[in-house]
């Protein structure tokens, strides 16, 4: 696994241009409108409820905001994109991503984005959904790959959720950027993997390769702080 210092919008250009992409996990639509801009897909499928869930493990979650914000996210994002909606380059989906997924055929995907609900039950269930959607040489990538205190009090599983289907499934962990909230990378071994490990390594400075993970090591993102500012690292 590849280490990269730098920004989610950073790591996207680096995936093959052209591609049939979904998003989970929309909310306001900014990191869509980074999608369009820096990944030129063919199609962008934007995928979430924009419901207020009232459930314990998911009331903490900055992102679970009330019904009535919910609703003016939804009808934003609706204008944020019409022209794209109109031409057939976006198209919204507002639905539970559990149940969207069955709108999407096995191999139709060349990448997905997931950042929906964080809970490690439903981060392991939208991979394991979505990673069947996949071609068989496309990329997962996902949100939120962090387990420092802010992240435990919002009931974030996501780095579990991640390791376990990595362990499970046929997909490597390719690569991570160094964000209080990172961004992960997965994807089966092959061509188009390796094309993005060539990529960043001749596009990112300073990488750091963590082998074995994360069969043979373990995540802590730990938090120390400098001069009154909390600042966040990985260790492995």
């Not at 997909?171 to 061509?191: D, K, N, S």
Request: charge should be negative.
């Amino acid at each position: 696994m590849l280490l990269c210092q730098i920004l989610r919008s950073q790591l996207i250009q680096l995936l093959p241009k052209g591609g049939e992409v979904a998003e989970i996990g929309v909310a306001d639509g900014d990191f869509s409108s980074d999608i369009l801009a820096a990944a030129a897909p063919r199609r962008l499928h934007l995928i979430d409820p924009w419901e207020h869930q009232d459930r314990d493990d998911y009331a903490n979650d900055v992102n679970n905001v009330a019904e009535e914000k919910q609703e003016s996210r939804f009808n934003a994002v609706l204008a944020r994109f019409h022209g794209e909606i109109e031409n057939g380059l976006v198209q919204v989906h507002r639905d539970y991503s559990e149940d969207a997924a069955i709108f999407f055929s096995a191999g139709q995907l060349d990448w997905v984005y997931i950042d929906g609900m964080h809970t490690q039950e439903a981060a392991y269930q939208d991979l394991t959904a979505y990673g069947k959607k996949l071609k068989h040489d496309g990329f997962i990538l996902g949100h939120d790959y962090t387990n420092h205190v802010q992240a435990r009090s919002w009931n974030f599983g996501v780095v579990d959720a991640v390791n376990r289907f990595v362990i499970e499934s046929g997909y490597e962990f390719i690569a991570l950027t160094m964000e209080a909230f990172p961004t992960y990378v997965l994807a089966r071994e092959g061509a188009a993997a390796q094309a993005l490990r060539s990529a960043l390594f001749l596009n990112v400075p300073y990488l750091v390769e963590i082998r074995d993970f994360p069969r043979n090591k373990e995540f802590d993102h730990k938090t120390v702080s400098v001069n009154g500012n909390l600042l966040v690292y990985p260790s492995f």
